[in-house]
């Protein structure tokens, strides 16, 4: 799995001009990729690193201080740029094996004791976010 963290003051999703998901209070905006060789056990380790790193205001963690998590899967984190102009999407995970690693990593992520909000798996989603610090991390799992 790969994911994009960005620490947020406030974020949201919509789809289909309705309001999906959103950050209110600041928080973390983790945008996931599942590769083929993705598991359960890769969705929930990634799920713990993110729910613990110091990376908020203070060296805290979303799990000291109870930030919340907006999660959007993203196939394109797997592009391959490296020939041509048009990016292959070949180590993307089909959907059908991609949509249950990323509810299993909002489910571990939850399980920690995470309030998490998603976006919608599949769908065209315009998401808004001010990124916090600038903080914005690449995280392969």
């Known amino acids: 799995m790969r994911a994009v963290v960005q620490r947020a003051s406030r974020a949201s999703v919509v789809v289909e001009d309705t309001l999906v998901g959103e950050l209110t209070a600041p928080g973390l905006v983790v945008f996931v990729g599942v590769t083929h060789t993705d598991t359960p056990a890769t969705a929930a380790a990634l799920a713990s690193k993110i729910y613990r790193l110091r990376i908020l205001a203070g060296e805290k963690s979303c799990a000291d201080v109870g930030a919340p998590l907006l999660v959007v899967s993203q196939f394109t984190l ?56 600038p903080v914005t991390l690449v995280l392969d799992g």
């Open 78 to 133: 797997y592009a391959d740029t490296s020939r041509g102009r048009r990016p292959s999407w070949s180590a993307a995970a089909s959907g059908v094996v991609a949509e249950p690693l990323v509810t299993a990593f909002t489910d571990a992520l939850t399980a920690l004791g995470a309030t998490v909000s998603t976006g919608v798996f599949g769908a065209a989603m315009q998401v808004e976010l001010v990124n916090d610090g």
